[in-house]
């Protein structure tokens, strides 16, 4: 704005306008074609910074979410008006990427929160149930992978999900088995 305006006061007074003046201009007024493009990036991201709340805090998620939309906030409020028209476009669409990805994951949040509960509810299992140790410890790390991929874009299915739960109810029964045990040895004896 500033360097259309400086080509505005040189017209008024009839300055000399260069070469120099008309390119400053030209860019100045593609990038605020650019910028008027930019609206729905401004708002999706006031929509994603509401919705970052909502994810699971579980591996860094919602963590990762935050630092993501507040990089972008901040590339939004300092890119550069003298910047060339080239990366002042390439800026933008960086931007859009990264608002995409975080979309990706707050589509997810729902899939997400339950496998975190699931996570959660295995991890108590294990230091319920140590002698399942062996078989539990892989299926930790899988959904925790699960949570982790979704800062890289991946989705955590309804089918992960329902394997999350099959599991976890396995497990359970197989608590109350292992309690009912104990009971009945300790009777016994």
Do not use: H, Y
Not at 59 to 77: H, I, P
Not at 87 to 93: D, R, W
Not at 145 to 167: F, H, M, P, W
């Amino acid at each position: 704005i500033n360097e259309l305006t400086t080509v505005l006061q040189k017209l008024r007074t009839r300055d000399i306008i260069t070469d120099s003046d008309i390119k400053t201009a030209t860019q100045a007024v593609e990038k605020l074609r650019i910028l008027e493009n930019a609206k729905p990036i401004i708002e999706k991201l006031a929509e994603l910074e509401t919705g970052a709340e909502n994810l699971p805090k579980a591996e860094g998620v919602q963590k990762f979410a935050v630092d993501t939309l507040a990089k972008v906030r901040n590339s939004l409020q300092t890119l550069s008006i003298s910047t060339d028209v080239t990366s002042f476009n390439q800026t933008l669409t960086e931007i859009a990427q990264n608002l995409a990805q975080i979309e990706t994951l707050e589509a997810n949040a729902a899939n997400a929160k339950t496998l975190e509960k699931k996570l959660i509810q295995l991890r108590g299992m294990v230091t319920a149930l140590p002698w399942l140790t062996k078989e539990t410890l892989p299926l930790l790390s899988s959904w925790k992978d699960k949570l982790e991929d979704l800062k890289s874009g991946e989705s955590i299915t309804d089918e992960d999900i329902n394997q999350a739960a099959e599991v976890v109810e396995k497990l359970e029964k197989l608590s109350r088995i292992n309690q009912r045990f104990s009971e009945l040895t300790e009777k016994a004896k």
